[in-house]
T-cell receptor, first 114, second 114 residues
Framework: NAGVMQNPRHLVRRRGQEARLRCSPM?????VYWYRQLPEEGLKFMVY????????ESGMPKERFSAEFPKEGPSILRIQQVVRGDSAAYFC????????????FGPGTRLTVT | AQSVTQLGSHVSVSEGALVLLRCNYS??????LFWYVQYPNQGLQLLLK??????LVKGINGFEAEFKKSETSFHLTKPSAHMSDAAEYFC????????????FGKGITLSVRP
């Protein structure tokens, strides 16, 4: 049973470019969460999605960041016009509320903005 | 609003010694509580969870935690540390439904001395 998959594992972008981070949840999971880990700030929630719906985006920066979880395919976290402060590890987690409250995490995407 | 406090950023124990990592939470609703472990450059692995069943929760790798409502605590323990336990440990709290995002503490780095 494959776990949560994220790609790419490492992503380098120059300032002003776009970054697209992908997350495939565990089989059978229909809920996806995105978190960001910064060295001095710890793990912070960004957004919670179900298929075709954004449930909670209270942690998303107001500009340049967006997320989707389409009916088919992976969830995408998109960062437009990246800046150096976007350099971080981005983790995706998935859950199946029908079987438990726990979230299972992917290996993360480490974004470096040069 | 929910929050988690993990006092101290680093704990060092000798191999074979008791491991005690402290976690206090704040929640306006009955919480779900979790401990996760993160090894360098990896994602988070769930150690154990409390979801209003038994107050003493057993997890993987010999870890356990006790939910104490009166103390708003959920401390993580292991009777005998192993070198492989060296990692960063995160306590997290969540609600349910649309409020199921995880709120993390800042994390504690556990070192194990031979």
């Amino acid at each position: 049973n494959a776990g949560v998959m994220q790609n790419p594992r490492h992503l380098v972008r120059r300032r002003g470019q776009e970054a697209r981070l992908r997350c495939s949840p565990m089989k059978g999971h229909s809920h996806v969460y995105w978190y960001r880990q910064l060295p001095e700030e710890g793990l912070k929630f960004m957004v919670y999605l179900q298929k075709e719906n954004i449930i909670d985006e209270s942690g998303m920066p107001k500009e340049r960041f967006s997320a989707e979880f389409p009916k088919e395919g992976p969830s995408i976290l998109r960062i437009q016009q990246v800046v150096r402060g976007d350099s971080a590890a981005y983790f995706c987690a998935s859950s199946d509320p029908g079987t438990g409250a726990e979230q299972y995490f992917g290996p993360g995407t480490r974004l470096t903005v040069t | 609003a929910q929050s988690v406090t993990q006092l101290g950023s680093h704990v060092s124990v000798s191999e074979g010694a008791l491991v005690l990592l402290r976690c206090n939470y704040s929640s306006s609703v009955p919480p779900y509580l979790f401990w996760y472990v993160q090894y360098p450059n990896q994602g988070l692995q769930l150690l154990l969870k409390y979801t209003s069943a038994a107050t003493l929760v057993k997890g993987i790798n010999g870890f356990e935690a006790e939910f104490k409502k009166s103390e708003t605590s959920f401390h993580l323990t292991k009777p005998s540390a192993h070198m492989s336990d060296a990692a960063e440990y995160f306590c997290a709290v969540s609600g349910t439904g649309a409020n199921s995002k995880l709120t993390f503490g800042k994390g504690i780095t556990l070192s194990v001395r031979p």
